[in-house]
C-alpha cells in the first residue's frame, strides 16, 4: 500500500554515537520534511526538501544531517547523538499542490543515554 | 518568521459541552491546516483552509479562518469522548509550499 513509513519506530542509543532514521514515502511526492516533537515545543522543522538533491535548513537543523538522492527517500542522520536529542522524530511528505497539505510516518521515538 | 500560538494548551470539558480553541499568527500565512493527534500516534489532517473567511465542517468539529485578523479557530459542539486528543494548527508562510511553522498543540480532555 502507499504511505509513508519511518524505521527504526523506536530506537536507543549513547551519547557520540551516529544514528541515521530512515523515512520512505510511495506517493511520489516531491517535498518531504522531518520535524521532532518535544513536550512545551509542538513540532519544529529540522530539514526540508523540495526535490531530490535539494535540501534546506529549517528551525533547528544544528546536530543533523540530512540526503536525497532518491525522490522516495528522506533518511535523516545524527552524527554524534547528544541527550538533548531524545525526542519523536516524525517524518512528512508533499506534493507541495494546492493544499500542501502534509502527511506524515508514525514517527521514530529515539532515547539518547 | 511565521510564530503560531494556540489557546488554551489544556482543555478540560464535559461531554455533550462546546468550546473553542484559538489559534493566532505572528505573520502573514496563506493557508491554515489543523491536524489532530492521540497519544503515542501520528498526526491527523483534519481540515486545510486556503483562504480568507473559509470555513469547513466535520463532525463536531469546525474549523475557519480570519486571515486579517490571523486568527484561526476549532470549534467543537457537543464534544464526545472520542475527540480526546492533541489538537496542532499550522501556518505556511507565503511562498513556502508545505514548509508549516506549528503551535504548541492544545491537549483536549473530554470527560463523562
Known amino acids: 500500500d502507499a504511505g509513508i513509513t519511518q524505521s527504526p519506530r523506536y530506537k536507543i542509543t549513547e551519547t557520540g554515537r551516529q544514528v541515521t532514521l530512515m523515512c520512505h514515502q510511495t506517493w511520489s511526492h516531491s517535498y518531504m520534511f522531518w520535524y521532532r516533537q518535544d513536550l512545551g515545543h509542538g513540532l519544529r522543522l529540522i530539514y526540508y526538501s523540495a526535490a531530490a538533491d535539494i535540501t534546506d535548513k529549517g528551525e533547528v537543523p544544528d546536530g543533523y544531517v540530512v540526503s536525497r538522492s532518491k525522490t522516495e527517500n528522506f533518511p535523516l542522520t545524527l552524527e554524534s547523538a547528544t541527550r538533548s536529542q531524545t525526542s519523536v522524530y516524525f517524518c512528512?511528505?508533499?506534493?507541495?499542490?494546492?493544499?500542501?497539505?502534509?502527511?506524515f510516518g508514525e514517527g521514530s521515538r529515539l532515547t539518547v543515554l | 518568521e511565521l510564530k503560531v500560538e494556540q489557546n488554551p494548551l489544556f482543555l478540560s470539558m464535559q461531554e455533550g459541552k462546546n468550546y473553542t480553541i484559538y489559534c493566532n499568527y505572528s505573520t502573514t500565512s496563506d493557508r491554515l491546516y489543523w491536524y489532530r493527534q492521540d497519544p503515542g500516534k501520528s498526526l491527523e489532517s483534519l481540515f486545510v483552509l486556503l483562504s480568507n473567511g473559509a470555513v469547513k465542517q466535520e463532525g463536531r468539529l469546525m474549523a475557519s479562518l480570519d486571515t486579517k485578523a490571523r486568527l484561526s479557530t476549532l470549534h467543537i459542539t457537543a464534544a464526545v469522548h472520542d475527540l480526546s486528543a492533541t489538537y496542532f494548527c499550522?501556518?505556511?508562510?507565503?511562498?513556502?509550499?508545505?514548509?508549516?511553522?506549528f503551535g504548541t498543540g492544545t491537549r483536549l480532555q473530554v470527560t463523562l
Open positions: 499550522a501556518g505556511s508562510n507565503t511562498g513556502t509550499a508545505s514548509k508549516l511553522t
Open positions: 512528512a511528505s508533499s506534493d507541495g499542490r494546492v493544499t500542501g497539505e502534509l502527511f
